[in-house]
Structure formats: structure tokens, C-alpha cells
């Protein structure tokens, strides 16, 4: 049976939306393509159909989902100053609701440890990934120079860690984790958006 353009792109992005959330909750390893098939309402052997492996699998989800699924944060701090957004995606990042589910979230605590033992296309395509999320904060805060762009990417470095480290760890540690966390990456914003002297 034939199907027209429009029905193959549709039954890709079904596919791409049950590959992000396996791969948020099961991480790449555990998300197997029967189940990513199964979660999509397809059967096993059309996946091939549109990719060539699971591998090639990660890398279009990378590319088309994962980074629509972090923008949620962007969606929840619409509206405010310069000088008060960056303090806010950090807080919004370490948030009990981030942290409650993974499979919606950033994909960078569930993935990063995985791929980093993984193969140079992958870590291309989380490299890739990140590049961009950092360049989108960057144009977000007006522009940063050398030196604020690495405080930016440390900042979403140690809150990715702390994301990841309060997953890994039970309550009441869980939560201190990620309170020590953002109470130090809000002094980090406030210092980055005060040397741009930003209007508030």
C-alpha cells in the first residue's frame, strides 16, 4: 500500500513523538523501536520505512523534538525583562515539575551520561543540539560576549547536573540538590545580566 506524502510525514512525527518520551523515561538504551512502534499505534516492521536505524532514529529526534520540548520553559517565562529572565528559566529548570517528569523535560540529564559513551555521530547530534539551545539563550539575553556566553554555558551545565543528581537521589536530598542549585545559579543570572547592565 502507497501512501501519499502528507500520510508519511505524519506517521514520522507520530513516530518522533513516541521516540522523545521513551527515550526521556527509558533513556536510549531502554527505549526499544517495538515499543516506540507500539507507543506510535504502528507496526515493528514499518519503522524502516522511515529510518534506517535506531540510531538514525536518536539523531532525528534530536533534531525535531527534543528541542520544541525544552522551548516549554521559554513558553513559561513569556513576557518578562531581560534582566529577570535568565534567573527564571534556571529556577523554571529545577522546578518540582521539571524534575517529577522527565519524559517531557530536557532531554540533557536523562541522555547526556549515555551518549557520552556513544558513538561521535551521537555525541554530534547532542553537541549540535546544545550549540543551538545556548545560541537561542544568548539572542534571548540580547547578545553575549566570550566571557558571559561561558558563564551562561556553565550555568545550564551545573543545572543540568543538578537536574540529573536530584533524580538519582531520594527526598529530602533530592530537593536540596536542586535549592542549592538554583539559590547559586541565581546569583550567577543576576551577575551576567548586571555586567550587560540590562534594564529591568
Known amino acids: 500500500m502507497r501512501y501519499t506524502p ?10 518522533l513523538a513516541a521516540a522523545a518520551k521513551r527515550f526521556l523515561a527509558d533513556g536510549y538504551a531502554g527505549a526499544s ?7 506510535a499505534g504502528l507496526t515493528h516492521g514499518g519503522f524502516y520505512n ?7 532514529l536518536l539523531l532525528a529526534v534530536f533534531g525535531d523534538d527534543f528541542d ?3 522551548h516549554r520553559l521559554d513558553d513559561r517565562l513569556h513576557g ?9 528559566w534556571f529556577e523554571a529548570y529545577l522546578s518540582d515539575a521539571h524534575h517529577a517528569h522527565p519524559e517531557r523535560g530536557c532531554p540533557l540529564p536523562v541522555l547526556a551520561a549515555e551518549i557520552a559513551r556513544g558513538d561521535a555521530e551521537a555525541r554530534s547530534a547532542l553537541t549540535d543540539f546544545l550549540n543551538g539551545r545556548l545560541a537561542t ?10 566571557a558571559e556566553q561561558d558563564a551562561l554555558l ?3 551545565a551545573q543545572a543540568v547536573g543538578a537536574l540529573m543528581l536530584s533524580r538519582a537521589v531520594d527526598e529530602p536530598l533530592a530537593t536540596r540538590v536542586r535549592s542549592a542549585a538554583q539559590n547559586a ?16
Open 6 to 15: 502528507d500520510q508519511k510525514h505524519e506517521t514520522r512525527c507520530r513516530i
Open 33 to 39: 523501536v517495538q515499543h516506540v512502534m507500539r507507543d
Open 50 to 56: 522511515h529510518f534506517k536505524s535506531k540510531h538514525d
Open 68 to 70: 520544541r520540548l525544552e
Open 80 to 88: 518578562l525583562a531581560p534582566c529577570r529572565w535568565l534567573a527564571g
Open 137 to 146: 539563550m544568548s539572542e534571548r539575553m540580547g547578545g553575549l560576549n566570550h
Open 154 to 156: 556553565a550555568g545550564v
Open 185 to 200: 545559579l541565581k546569583t550567577s543570572a543576576q551577575k551576567i545580566e548586571s555586567d550587560k547592565d540590562l534594564p529591568s
